[in-house]
Nanobody, 120 residues
Framework: QVQLVESGGGLVQPGGSLRLSCAAS????????MRWYRQSPGKQRELVAT???????DYADSVKDRFTISRANAKNTVYLQMNSLKPEDTANYYC??????????????WGQGTQVTVSS
């Protein structure tokens, strides 16, 4: 089994920064694409950022030039550096990853989420 555990959420003022982390643990053979999603009350879950095992990245238009996704493959960890935060960035942020536990078995996993609140 594989677990994804997020950390780093909290309360921050508009214009501030936060860095989220998501560490994968368990019977990991390889980790492929890693993603950050977010969801706020009454809204659909939104894909925020994606990073491949090779380091290619993609972002939602709403966070481009403000958020940066990165990963430390040796630590099975993905990060989301969030700068110039706005109240509309307030949401529960979820880590998501495609992980194989053997050479042939690949599944998609979710973390439990970490709350980010942007407010003065």
């Amino acid at each position: 089994q594989v677990q994804l555990v997020e950390s780093g959420g909290g309360l921050v003022q508009p214009g501030g920064s936060l860095r989220l982390s998501c560490a994968a643990s368990g019977s990991i053979f390889s980790i492929y694409v890693m993603r950050w999603y977010r969801q706020s009350p009454g809204k659909q879950r939104e894909l925020v950022a994606t990073i491949t095992s090779g380091g290619s990245t993609d972002y939602a238009d709403s966070v481009k030039d403000r958020f940066t996704i990165s990963r430390a493959n040796a630590k099975n960890t993905v990060y989301l550096q969030m700068n110039s935060l706005k109240p509309e960035d307030t949401a529960n942020y979820y880590c998501n990853a495609d992980v194989s536990t053997t050479a042939t078995l690949r599944r998609n996993y979710w973390g439990q989420g970490t709350q980010v609140t942007v407010s003065s």
